[in-house]
């Protein structure tokens, strides 16, 4: 694995290690922003390792798009692109007066912390398969 790959994926690895702290703390929102971003980081790595190049976005749903477009599979379906998409800003901000209600519980915590877990899980396994 290349020295950029392996920063994206080391990242992700602690984004999601600080996810998992966070709830385990009681911390929703911080468990929230850190799973979403151990997803884009990862993403962002199993781009590289794809040959892919690397998109200015937060959309976890636009940068699955992209590598299943290369015809590779990423680890996390629609439904929960749509999840993870839709607590960027609202888990970030307390912005109640521009966005939709936004109620974080630990349960979704628990669903997004499981799916970052997946996703880098996936994306360090491909990344050390190339071995790019």
């Not at 929703?28 to 971003?37: G, S, T």
């Not at 990423?74 to 609202?90: A, F, H, Q, R």
């Not at 994306?123 to 050390?128: K, V």
Request: glycine share 8%; proline share 5%; net charge negative.
């Amino acid at each position: 694995m290349n020295a950029e790959t392996r920063a994206w994926l080391g990242y992700a690895a602690e984004n999601l290690q600080t996810a998992t702290l966070c709830l385990q703390n009681g911390l929703v929102n911080p468990c929230l922003q850190n799973a979403q971003q151990a997803v884009e980081k990862a993403l962002k790595g199993l781009c590289l390792v794809r040959g892919l190049p690397l998109r200015r976005t937060h959309s976890i749903g636009g940068l699955r798009a992209q590598i299943l477009a290369a015809g590779a599979n990423c680890g996390v379906d629609n439904d929960e692109c749509d999840l993870l998409d839709s607590i960027y800003l609202p888990s970030k901000y307390p912005l109640g007066s521009i966005l939709p209600h936004f109620e974080p519980s630990e349960a979704m915590a628990k669903q997004c912390l499981a799916i970052a877990e997946r996703v880098v899980r996936d994306a360090t396994q491909q990344a050390d398969e190339v071995g790019t």
